[in-house]
């Protein structure tokens, strides 16, 4: 075990400075040396790194490939640093010779190759497989440009890219050694062998190269580094064109565009379908890499294909990845040259498949026509996979052509990716309880009654090396002051800490802990909106992707009618409240756009209204993204968890506001079920129709919001605000689109899709609850610790781990140094 030497640090800190930039110490940037430190830091993370991949080589483990379009990784200099168990040491070492390593982490851009919470996960979902001692492999693309950064214009979001690279990411390794060949296009030309098999050859195709870079995944104290592989695509160097195609510049041209588009930005819908063929290929491009550089790993060290399935799993994060079947029946069938049967039995003991939504929006289908232009021989595969499906179903359902036409992976000149990685996963599993069962009864029902065996739970989780120790180190050091550090690899033992809950100095301690958290968010929130907020009001967030299911309406309106309230009764019962929003909207979501304008507007009016004395304050965060989150979610003391319930899969945010002491204000949706489980109803504030009465509504289309308009003068006040001006005086029009879309029928199918109004009064009772909650300040404390102590479930940990016995079987290996 090496101790750190500070001297030694510090000295690469300088030789690095030195190497990369010809510049003493203090004639660099802070960016140089927040480069020089990563670099310092990469050089100890290198030879854990060699020894974990000798590690694997030499213990054979089983390992799992975790296939996801995205990985949103936030930064990564403080989290290895913790993870090196270092962190510590390091800002010590640097503040010595002046320097001050927050300033140095926020050099770092946030890798941002991710949406929301999909990629989140995956992200959580690495960390965790490192720390517990598993091989695994994180699959993606290596996006130009990542999830936009967003600057508010006028209250508007504006879309700006993201070009993260341009400084040269210093946890990045190219591996051009391990480059493959991906192929787009042509046709199949069918050729029967001298022993008389018939061999499919793609011809007349494009074909880009495909370049991983890896990025290390640093395990917690325990010396394992994992990797993410992200494909870069560059276009073929000496192409083998067809004979006919000698010389056809316009053709290598062709070649060098398709590299340069494929990989150029992430898409940035989330829980929306677009359709595109360039999404297709992005898809296929990332997927065949990753599955040939598997295969190429696995038959370096085993010779029998067939039993691939005892080394390798390949996990599908959602839909996107699901050409991955398809693929790797494409190579064993054409290259290994297995039989058809041999093949299936092998794809279908290796890939499995995690469903994150029930959002009909969101379901993949891909049009036949651009699918079999652009996969030919992969087309192919899946016709014939869809053929004997059907015969599976006929044979299961005699006689119910209902049956077929629900279940059939190509069907109405679609192919549908969901049916496919059901039909040949092993595993079908959705993310919190209550979305499993969701899918089981509802959304897959005709697919479980077929597969019960197929479908599990695994219930989301976060790591807390990122969302407690690094963003929220007081709490951490607090914790581990009074219940000892085990909680760091084993979240379960943050139990011992309810004991605490009803101690009067424990808190007075906590409670000051969340003040130094709001006072260090509320500087922020100076320093980058001009609006001086109080750290003794009721901190209440909600941050997430904004989409009309997780209600930010919900939330704005009833904001309206509390200042409505304090403007009528201004001696009224209150307590001071913050209302602090951060989200993306994808670009082309108009709704969701116009509801960000309308948060900036109304934070406008009530901020400058000198008569309120500041009890109610708006914050919209500009370019919420993770490394804001962690601060975030440290100053919070009401969570906001409101999505119409059933259609939140899981959420993790929620999981993170726990951990960090802030008290659920919710629907009982997703994870919120079971987040209210651990800690018990009595230390939350749960409101709204339950997921039965919502899919009640919605099958018999009986829900009328006029009824609730027409009857309710606080509802009906708050929705004409939208249109006469009151918020957009120089354009009472402006929110006319937000106003349609909760009562006018003709607008949208249903009105008022997400039962906004039918919610909002359980809602204003919940927010009623909370303010009465919140000036009991020790019931408040009890509450909140409860929280903490009651979050030991939702680590990723525990999650990994039990994908790892449900799901994966993997080895553990161990790493010596
Ligand atoms: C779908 C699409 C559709 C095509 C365009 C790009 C795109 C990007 C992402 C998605 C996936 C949407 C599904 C998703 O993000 N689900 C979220 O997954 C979280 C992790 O399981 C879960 O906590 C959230 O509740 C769920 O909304």
């Known amino acids: 075990e090496n101790v750190f030497n500070k001297e030694a640090f510090i000295e690469?800190?300088?030789?690095?400075?030195?190497?990369?930039?010809?510049?003493?110490?203090?004639?660099?940037?802070?960016?140089?040396?927040?480069?020089?430190?990563?670099?310092?830091?990469?050089?100890?993370?290198?030879?854990?790194?060699?020894?974990?991949?000798?590690?694997?080589?030499?213990?054979?483990?089983?390992?799992?490939?975790?296939?996801?379009?995205?990985?949103?990784?936030?930064?990564?200099?403080?989290?290895?640093?913790?993870?090196?168990?270092?962190?510590?040491?390091?800002?010590?070492?640097?503040?010595?010779?002046?320097?001050?390593?927050?300033?140095?982490?926020?050099?770092?851009?946030?890798?941002?190759?991710?949406?929301?919470?999909?990629?989140?996960?995956?992200?959580?979902?690495?960390?965790?497989?490192?720390?517990?001692?598993?091989?695994?492999?994180?699959?993606?693309?290596?996006?130009?440009?990542?999830?936009?950064?967003?600057?508010?214009?006028?209250?508007?979001?504006?879309?700006?890219?993201?070009?993260?690279?341009?400084?040269?990411?210093?946890?990045?390794?190219?591996?051009?050694?391990?480059?493959?060949?991906?192929?787009?296009?042509?046709?199949?030309?069918?050729?029967?062998?001298?022993?008389?098999?018939?061999?499919?050859?793609?011809?007349?195709?494009?074909?880009?190269?495909?370049?991983?870079?890896?990025?290390?995944?640093?395990?917690?104290?325990?010396?394992?580094?994992?990797?993410?592989?992200?494909?870069?695509?560059?276009?073929?160097?000496?192409?083998?064109?067809?004979?006919?195609?000698?010389?056809?510049?316009?053709?290598?041209?062709?070649?060098?565009?398709?590299?340069?588009?494929?990989?150029?930005?992430?898409?940035?819908?989330?829980?929306?379908?677009?359709?595109?063929?360039?999404?297709?290929?992005?898809?296929?491009?990332?997927?065949?890499?990753?599955?040939?550089?598997?295969?190429?790993?696995?038959?370096?060290?085993?010779?029998?294909?067939?039993?691939?399935?005892?080394?390798?799993?390949?996990?599908?994060?959602?839909?996107?990845?699901?050409?991955?079947?398809?693929?790797?029946?494409?190579?064993?069938?054409?290259?290994?040259?297995?039989?058809?049967?041999?093949?299936?039995?092998?794809?279908?003991?290796?890939?499995?498949?995690?469903?994150?939504?029930?959002?009909?929006?969101?379901?993949?289908?891909?049009?036949?026509?651009?699918?079999?232009?652009?996969?030919?021989?992969?087309?192919?595969?899946?016709?014939?996979?869809?053929?004997?499906?059907?015969?599976?179903?006929?044979?299961?359902?005699?006689?119910?052509?209902?049956k077929v036409a629900r279940m059939a992976i190509v069907y109405d000149g679609q192919v549908k990716m969901a049916h496919l990685a059901i039909a040949a996963g092993y595993s079908v599993n959705g993310v919190a309880k209550l979305h499993t069962e969701i899918l089981k009864n509802e959304q897959l029902h005709d697919f479980y009654e077929l597969f019960p065996q197929k479908f599990n739970n695994k219930t989301n989780g976060i790591t807390q090396r990122r969302f407690l120790m690094h963003g929220d180190p007081l709490l951490a050091d607090w914790v581990s002051e009074h219940i000892g550090n085990d909680w760091i690899t084993n979240l379960a033992h943050i139990e011992k800490l309810a004991i605490y809950a009803t101690d009067k100095k424990a808190q007075q301690e906590f409670m000051n802990i969340k003040y130094q958290n709001k006072l260090r968010l509320a500087k922020y929130i100076k320093e980058h909106n001009g609006i001086e907020v109080d750290p003794r009001s009721i901190f209440d967030v909600q941050v997430k992707r904004l989409h009309e299911y997780k209600r930010q309406l919900l939330n704005i309106l009833h904001v309206m009618y509390l200042y409505n309230e304090l403007k009528e009764h201004p001696d009224m019962d209150f307590y001071p409240r913050t209302f602090i929003f951060g989200a993306k909207a994808a670009a082309g979501y108009k709704n969701a756009k116009l509801t960000i304008k309308l948060i900036n507007n109304v934070a406008d009016v009530i901020n400058n209204d000198r008569s309120i004395n500041g009890k109610i304050k708006v914050v919209f965060i500009e370019d919420y993204r993770v490394s804001i989150a962690e601060w975030i979610f440290a100053a919070a003391d009401v969570s906001e968890q409101i999505s119409t319930a059933s259609k939140e899969a899981s959420g993790t945010g929620n999981m993170k506001f726990m951990l960090n002491g802030a008290l659920t204000l919710g629907t009982m949706d997703g994870a919120n079920v079971e987040i209210v489980e651990e800690v018990g109803k009595e230390n939350a504030f749960i409101f709204g129709m339950s997921s039965d009465e919502v899919i009640a509504h919605e099958r018999n289309r009986d829900y009328d919001p006029m009824q609730i308009f027409n009857s309710d003068q606080d509802i009906r006040k708050v929705l004409m605000q939208l249109i006469n001006g009151f918020y957009s005086p120089n354009d009472p029009e402006l929110f006319r689109d937000l106003y349609n879309s909760l009562l006018n029928t003709q607008c949208t199918q249903f009105a008022d899709t997400y039962f906004i109004l039918k919610d909002f009064r359980s809602y204003a009772e919940a927010q009623k609850r909370v303010m009465e909650a919140y000036k009991d300040e020790e019931g408040w404390a009890k509450s909140a610790i409860l929280n903490i102590a009651h979050a030991g479930k939702f680590s990723s940990d525990r999650t990994i781990q039990e994908y790892v016995d449900d799901i994966w079987h993997l080895d553990k290996i161990t790493v010596e140094v």
């Open 12 to 402: 690469d800190v300088k030789e690095n400075v030195k190497n990369l930039y010809r510049k003493t110490l203090d004639e660099a940037s802070q960016q140089e040396i927040f480069q020089a430190v990563s670099y310092t830091v990469k050089d100890v993370i290198i030879d854990d790194w060699l020894a974990t991949q000798k590690a694997f080589d030499k213990q054979d483990p089983k390992m799992v490939y975790y296939m996801s379009m995205e990985f949103l990784m936030g930064r990564a200099l403080g989290n290895n640093m913790i993870n090196l168990k270092m962190y510590k040491e390091v800002k010590e070492a640097l503040e010595e010779i002046g320097l001050n390593l927050d300033e140095i982490e926020d050099q770092e851009p946030d890798p941002a190759l991710g949406n929301g919470g999909l990629g989140r996960l995956a992200a959580c979902f690495m960390e965790s497989l490192a720390t517990l001692g598993y091989a695994a492999y994180g699959c993606g693309i290596r996006y130009r440009y990542g999830m936009f950064k967003q600057k508010i214009k006028d209250g508007f979001q504006v879309e700006v890219p993201d070009n993260w690279l341009k400084n040269g990411y210093p946890f990045e390794l190219r591996r051009p050694e391990y480059s493959y060949e991906v192929k787009f296009g042509g046709y199949v030309r069918a050729e029967v062998t001298e022993e008389g098999k018939t061999r499919f050859i793609q011809e007349n195709y494009q074909s880009v190269l495909a370049v991983p870079y890896d990025m290390p995944i640093v395990g917690y104290g325990n010396h394992v580094v994992d990797t993410l592989m992200i494909w870069d695509a560059e276009p073929m160097e000496c192409f083998e064109l067809d004979s006919f195609d000698k010389g056809d510049y316009h053709k290598a041209v062709e070649q060098e565009n398709l590299a340069r588009n494929l990989v150029e930005v992430l898409y940035p819908n989330d829980n929306h379908i677009a359709g595109k063929e360039l999404r297709l290929k992005q898809q296929y491009f990332f997927v065949s890499a990753s599955v040939q550089r598997a295969l190429a790993r696995y038959k370096k060290h085993h010779d029998d294909i067939h039993k691939l399935p005892e080394k390798v799993t390949f996990q599908l994060n959602d839909t996107h990845p699901t050409v991955a079947v398809a693929e790797l029946m494409r190579i064993l069938l054409d290259e290994e040259g297995l039989s058809w049967d041999e093949a299936w039995e092998i794809t279908t003991k290796t890939c499995a498949y995690t469903n994150h939504t029930i959002m009909a929006e969101a379901l993949e289908k891909w049009p036949i026509e651009i699918f079999s232009r652009l996969l030919p021989r992969i087309y192919q595969i899946v016709e014939e996979i869809n053929r004997r499906f059907i015969l599976q179903i006929q044979a299961e359902f005699p006689g119910d052509n209902g």
